[in-house]
């Protein structure tokens, strides 16, 4: 398969969202096509567009091209525009310590794009396209099989119990390295030309992530504080 180009069409499906999902694929390759479909107990749409290209791609045995045919502007935006690459390099924290959704999903995905010439190409849903189709009856399908755990959703979900994503109050973890947050003042006055300013923000002792929370930002009316 080395010299073969392979085209993969995948789609995810979720009944709730949370809720029971399925992903399904199916692959092309000289005349051939090989489907597959799984379910899961509990899960989301966007975890699912995830778990179709990574079954795809992990069922590739050998390196080579492939082209991922998704109608998950989430899944093919994130590849496309670098966004998933941008969240790896920074740990998968985004602004304000906010951790990026699905990261062990991202974690597995992209190491397999970069073993193999992964190119993604979005197509619209349920626009006539008979593999994108067939992708998405599997997906929907998958759901009435036997489902497993999406063990990674579970994580996640206990992960936020734990540690909510956003910070809000003194004394919660920081996302990036646990330590408790603390309460500080900005230096100096707003800025000519401000429309608002932070009375106050979180702020890291250990790493000094700042964390600026809604309930601390104060509108500034006719340009005077006071």
Same mark, same amino acid.
């Given at each position: #398969? ?45 975890? #699912?567009?995830? #778990? ?28 496309? &525009? ?73 994580? &996640? ?36 030309? &401000? ?26 009316? &006719?340009?005077?504080?006071?």
């Amino acid at each position: #398969m080395t010299d073969k180009h392979v085209r993969i069409y995948t789609d995810g499906a979720c009944e709730g969202n949370p809720g029971p999902g399925g992903i399904g694929f199916v692959i092309l390759l000289e005349g051939s096509e090989v489907e597959f479909l799984q379910g899961y107990r509990h899960t989301t749409n966007n975890r #699912m567009e995830l #778990m179709a290209a990574i079954a795809g791609l992990e069922h590739l045995k050998k390196k080579c091209t492939a082209t991922i045919y998704s109608d998950s502007k989430y899944l093919v935006d994130a590849v496309t &525009q670098g966004w998933a690459s941008s969240w790896r390099e920074n740990g998968y924290v985004r602004k304000g310590g906010i951790r990026v959704p699905n990261a062990d999903l991202w974690e597995r995905l992209l190491p397999l794009i970069e073993e193999h010439e992964v190119h993604f190409s979005w197509v619209k849903g349920h626009a006539g396209d008979p593999h994108n189709e067939r992708a998405d009856h599997l997906s929907y399908a998958a759901i009435e099989e036997e489902l497993i755990e999406d063990e990674g959703y579970l994580r &996640q979900l206990e992960l936020e119990k734990l540690a909510p994503s956003k910070i809000t109050e003194v004394g919660q973890p920081c996302r990036k390295c646990g330590t408790p947050v603390i309460k500080k003042k900005p230096r100096g006055k707003p800025k000519a030309g &401000q429309s608002s300013y932070y009375e106050y923000y979180l702020f890291c002792p250990e790493c000094e992530t700042r964390y600026f929370v809604e309930k601390a930002k104060r509108e500034i009316n &006719q340009g005077n504080l006071f």
